[in-house]
């Protein structure tokens, strides 16, 4: 986040309020949120295991991956992959 501000050349605080406002969201959440989209996506029509889509979608520790997107989705990754994915 510090180096999107830089690159828009606003301080840390100016960033994230424009980004509140054009967003409606704060960047942390609303990057956490995308990440997760995209793990949605991997777990539904790819055969990589937890951990490689943890670190593919840019988690460093694939636990924390793991609690993160249970809290945000109800579901384990793994659960979520065997509701939705297509059978194979």
């Excluded at 990057?31 to 793990?39: G, N, P, R, V």
């Excluded at 593919?56 to 109800?74: A, Q, S, V």
Aim: aromatic content about 12%.
């Amino acid at each position: 986040i510090e180096e999107l501000a830089g690159l828009c050349s606003l301080s840390l605080s100016a960033f994230k309020r424009v980004f509140k406002k054009v967003y409606n969201d704060n960047p942390t959440h609303y990057f956490t949120t995308e990440k997760l989209k995209k793990a949605k996506e991997l777990l539904t029509i790819s055969d990589l295991t937890i951990g490689e889509i943890a670190y593919e979608t840019g988690f460093n520790d694939p636990l924390y991956f793991t609690r993160l997107f249970k809290k945000r989705e109800g579901l384990t990754p793994t659960a979520f992959r065997a509701t939705h994915a297509p059978p194979r």
